[in-house]
Protein backbone atom coordinates (compact mmCIF):
# COMPACT_ATOMS: atom_id res chain seq x y z
CA UNK A 1 0.00 0.00 0.00
CA UNK A 2 1.52 3.37 -1.31
CA UNK A 3 1.58 5.43 1.89
CA UNK A 4 2.11 9.77 1.92
CA UNK A 5 4.79 10.84 4.01
CA UNK A 6 5.97 14.36 5.08
CA UNK A 7 9.79 14.46 3.84
CA UNK A 8 11.13 16.50 6.65
CA UNK A 9 9.71 13.76 9.32
CA UNK A 10 12.55 12.98 11.71
CA UNK A 11 11.88 9.37 11.51
CA UNK A 12 10.71 8.89 7.94
CA UNK A 13 12.16 11.50 6.09
CA UNK A 14 13.48 10.65 3.29
CA UNK A 15 14.41 14.68 3.00
CA UNK A 16 15.52 15.13 6.40
CA UNK A 17 19.64 15.31 6.89
CA UNK A 18 19.45 14.30 10.40
CA UNK A 19 17.17 11.93 10.01
CA UNK A 20 16.40 8.29 10.79
CA UNK A 21 14.96 7.91 7.09
CA UNK A 22 12.75 5.27 7.91
CA UNK A 23 10.82 3.62 5.04
CA UNK A 24 8.11 1.85 6.16
CA UNK A 25 5.77 -1.10 4.12
CA UNK A 26 1.96 -1.05 5.06
CA UNK A 27 -0.01 -4.29 4.73
CA UNK A 28 -3.26 -2.91 4.68
CA UNK A 29 -4.83 -6.57 4.71
CA UNK A 30 -2.79 -7.02 8.43
CA UNK A 31 -3.64 -3.75 9.38
CA UNK A 32 0.35 -3.75 10.15
CA UNK A 33 3.28 -1.59 8.98
CA UNK A 34 6.98 -2.95 9.58
CA UNK A 35 10.68 -0.94 8.57
CA UNK A 36 14.44 -2.38 8.38
CA UNK A 37 17.07 -0.24 9.25
CA UNK A 38 20.14 1.12 11.15
CA UNK A 39 20.08 3.12 13.42
CA UNK A 40 23.69 5.28 13.01
CA UNK A 41 25.99 5.99 16.72
CA UNK A 42 24.67 9.78 16.33
CA UNK A 43 21.12 8.38 18.11
CA UNK A 44 22.95 6.79 21.10
CA UNK A 45 22.58 7.56 24.40
CA UNK A 46 25.09 6.44 26.20
CA UNK A 47 28.46 4.58 24.69
CA UNK A 48 27.06 2.28 21.89
CA UNK A 49 23.66 2.52 23.18
CA UNK A 50 20.18 3.47 21.35
CA UNK A 51 19.04 6.52 23.23
CA UNK A 52 15.05 5.52 24.55
CA UNK A 53 13.95 8.84 22.75
CA UNK A 54 14.66 7.23 19.57
CA UNK A 55 13.26 3.93 20.71
CA UNK A 56 9.87 5.52 21.26
CA UNK A 57 10.14 7.33 18.41
CA UNK A 58 10.51 4.65 16.21
CA UNK A 59 7.95 2.48 17.91
CA UNK A 60 5.21 5.38 17.45
CA UNK A 61 6.23 6.11 14.37
CA UNK A 62 5.20 1.98 12.89
CA UNK A 63 1.84 2.52 15.42
CA UNK A 64 0.88 5.41 12.87
CA UNK A 65 1.95 3.88 9.57
CA UNK A 66 -0.18 0.98 10.78
CA UNK A 67 -3.36 2.82 11.11
CA UNK A 68 -2.99 3.93 7.77
CA UNK A 69 -5.23 1.14 6.22
CA UNK A 70 -7.86 2.21 8.49
CA UNK A 71 -7.46 6.24 8.81
CA UNK A 72 -6.55 8.90 6.31
CA UNK A 73 -4.75 10.99 9.31
CA UNK A 74 -4.32 9.88 12.91
CA UNK A 75 -1.81 11.05 15.68
CA UNK A 76 -0.63 9.37 19.16
CA UNK A 77 -2.93 9.84 21.93
CA UNK A 78 -0.81 7.63 24.18
CA UNK A 79 2.72 6.08 23.96
CA UNK A 80 3.00 3.38 26.91
CA UNK A 81 7.12 1.82 26.18
CA UNK A 82 8.60 -0.67 27.57
CA UNK A 83 12.09 -1.71 27.16
CA UNK A 84 13.35 -4.98 27.64
CA UNK A 85 17.05 -5.13 26.15
CA UNK A 86 19.59 -2.06 25.53
CA UNK A 87 19.37 -1.60 21.37
CA UNK A 88 22.96 -1.11 20.56
CA UNK A 89 23.51 1.05 17.90
CA UNK A 90 25.28 0.82 14.37
CA UNK A 91 23.09 -2.75 13.74
CA UNK A 92 19.96 -3.59 11.62
CA UNK A 93 16.95 -3.81 13.35
CA UNK A 94 13.18 -4.23 13.06
CA UNK A 95 10.45 -2.12 14.12
CA UNK A 96 6.93 -3.20 12.91
CA UNK A 97 3.33 -2.70 14.54
CA UNK A 98 -0.06 -3.55 14.09
CA UNK A 99 -3.81 -2.32 15.00
CA UNK A 100 -5.44 -5.27 17.20
CA UNK A 101 -8.56 -3.20 17.79
CA UNK A 102 -10.54 -0.13 17.11
CA UNK A 103 -12.78 1.76 19.36
CA UNK A 104 -14.84 4.77 17.48
CA UNK A 105 -12.14 7.00 16.29
CA UNK A 106 -9.62 5.23 18.59
CA UNK A 107 -7.17 2.43 17.39
CA UNK A 108 -4.80 0.27 20.02
CA UNK A 109 -2.05 -0.49 18.22
CA UNK A 110 0.87 -3.07 19.25
CA UNK A 111 5.16 -1.87 18.47
CA UNK A 112 7.77 -4.26 18.63
CA UNK A 113 11.74 -3.76 18.08
CA UNK A 114 13.91 -6.10 17.03
CA UNK A 115 17.57 -6.85 16.70
CA UNK A 116 17.53 -10.15 14.77
CA UNK A 117 14.79 -12.31 17.06
CA UNK A 118 15.43 -10.65 20.17
CA UNK A 119 12.43 -8.40 20.81
CA UNK A 120 14.42 -5.26 23.08
CA UNK A 121 11.34 -2.76 23.07
CA UNK A 122 7.20 -3.17 23.21
CA UNK A 123 4.73 -0.40 22.96
CA UNK A 124 0.81 0.27 23.23
CA UNK A 125 0.02 3.09 21.36
CA UNK A 126 -3.39 4.69 21.02
CA UNK A 127 -4.26 6.35 18.20
CA UNK A 128 -6.79 8.68 17.06
CA UNK A 129 -8.31 9.33 14.18
CA UNK A 130 -8.93 12.56 13.00
CA UNK A 131 -11.16 13.73 10.34
CA UNK A 132 -9.71 16.20 8.10
CA UNK A 133 -6.21 16.36 9.05
CA UNK A 134 -4.58 18.49 11.52
Not at 22 to 48: N, R, Y
Not at 79 to 100: D, Y
Request: charged letters at 25%; proline letters at 3%.
Amino acid sequence: MEVSQDARCIVCGSENPIGLKASFVVDAEKQSAEATLTIPDDFQGWQGVVHGGIISALLDEAAIYACRSRAEFAVTAELTVKFLKPLPSGRQILVRARVVEQRRRILLVESELLLGETVHARAEVRVMAVRGGV
